[in-house]
């Protein structure tokens, strides 16, 4: 063998190991989504069925329902609720009849303290899901200062990134306002 063959060699079994190993994702895992144009949301991965790009013809339409409660949709073979979530928290809802919406699917029977044999999934409609991003615990911070103060209680934390605020969302609050309207 060769001193260059030697070299090559050695240097891939250095390097072989490190192709096997795990990286150590740091943070919790959030969906991001656009509330309205100036106000960003997380909602914990934890309880994240699925993210959808739903046709509006898919979401059947109830009578007689809360103004933010969309209508009755299925995927999956579940059906489950559709909420429009900027209206439900107090904001102004850029939806009226639209021909597609963002959804994101949570189980919101993880999140009651009630045991049931199905599952029990809620739609939440957003103007723009924007992504997966990983939050460190030390990023955290309480101030709220420039909320309106109907979101108030549907958020758990907020978040500084740069010159932005992420606030993590209080999805126990957001069923109980569903469940009492």
Same mark, same amino acid.
């Given at each position: 063998?060769?001193? !260059?063959?030697?070299?090559? /060699? @050695?240097?891939?079994?250095?390097? /072989?190991?490190?192709?096997?190993?795990?990286?150590?994702?740091?943070?919790?895992?959030?969906?991001?989504?656009?509330?309205?144009?100036?106000?960003?949301?997380?909602?914990? *991965?934890?309880?994240?069925?699925?993210?959808?790009?739903?046709?509006?013809?898919?979401?059947? +339409?109830?009578?007689?329902?809360?103004?933010?409660?969309?209508?009755?949709?299925?995927?999956?073979?579940?059906?489950?609720?559709?909420?429009? /979530?900027? $209206?439900?928290?107090?904001?102004?809802?850029?939806?009226?009849?639209?021909?597609?919406?963002? *959804?994101?699917?949570?189980?919101?029977?993880?999140? *009651?303290?009630?045991?049931?044999?199905?599952?029990? /999934?809620?739609?939440?409609?957003?103007?723009?899901?924007?992504?997966?991003?990983?939050? +460190?615990?030390? =990023?955290?911070? !309480?101030?709220? #200062?420039?909320?309106?103060? @109907?979101?108030?209680?549907?958020?758990?934390? !907020?978040? =500084?990134?740069?010159?932005?605020?992420? $606030?993590?969302?209080?999805?126990?609050?957001?069923? =109980? =306002?569903? #469940? !009492?309207?």
């Amino acid at each position: 063998m060769s001193t !260059t063959e030697i070299s090559s /060699l @050695s240097r891939l079994q250095e390097l /072989l190991p490190q192709l096997f190993e795990t990286p150590q994702i740091q943070g919790e895992p959030y969906l991001s989504c656009q509330l309205t144009s100036q106000i960003n949301g997380l909602v914990s *991965m934890e309880f994240v069925q699925e993210s959808l790009l739903v046709a509006g013809e898919q979401i059947t +339409i109830l009578p007689s329902m809360s103004s933010f409660v969309m209508g009755l949709m299925t995927s999956r073979d579940r059906v489950f609720f559709v909420i429009d /979530l900027p $209206h439900l928290l107090g904001l102004s809802s850029p939806f009226t009849l639209l021909q597609t919406y963002q *959804m994101i699917v949570i189980r919101a029977s993880s999140l *009651m303290s009630q045991t049931t044999n199905n599952e029990l /999934l809620l739609g939440l409609a957003v103007p723009r899901i924007q992504g997966v991003i990983r939050v +460190i615990s030390d =990023k955290r911070e !309480t101030d709220q #200062k420039d909320l309106p103060e @109907s979101l108030l209680p549907f958020i758990q934390e !907020t978040l =500084k990134e740069g010159e932005n605020a992420l $606030h993590i969302l209080n999805l126990i609050n957001i069923i =109980k =306002k569903v #469940k !009492t309207n």
